[in-house]
């Protein structure tokens, strides 16, 4: 189990807390995700909200080289038996 203690800090008008990368990985949460925050007997509570199924088009859009560490594939030079 993920777990921090973190300061809440001013943001604009609002108040607002980083989730650490342990803790969002474990949770699933991700940039740019819509999550539910709710008060249930005085706890906050973050709630990822489901995407929709997304097209092929719309999950390319959302690729970030530099997040995901850059193309798979590089180069053409042969690895393999790949026929060309």
Do not use: C, F
Request: charged residues 25%.
């Amino acid at each position: 189990m993920a777990e921090a203690i973190l300061n809440i800090k001013h943001w604009g008008n609002s108040l607002g807390v980083r989730l650490p990368a342990a803790v969002a990985r474990e949770a699933h949460l991700y940039e740019d995700q819509q999550v539910r925050v709710t008060v249930e007997e005085g706890k906050v509570i973050i709630s990822p909200i489901q995407d929709a199924t997304l097209t092929l088009k719309q999950r390319l859009e959302r690729y970030k080289p530099e997040h995901h560490g850059g193309e798979v594939m590089q180069g053409t030079e042969k690895l393999g038996a790949e026929k060309w």
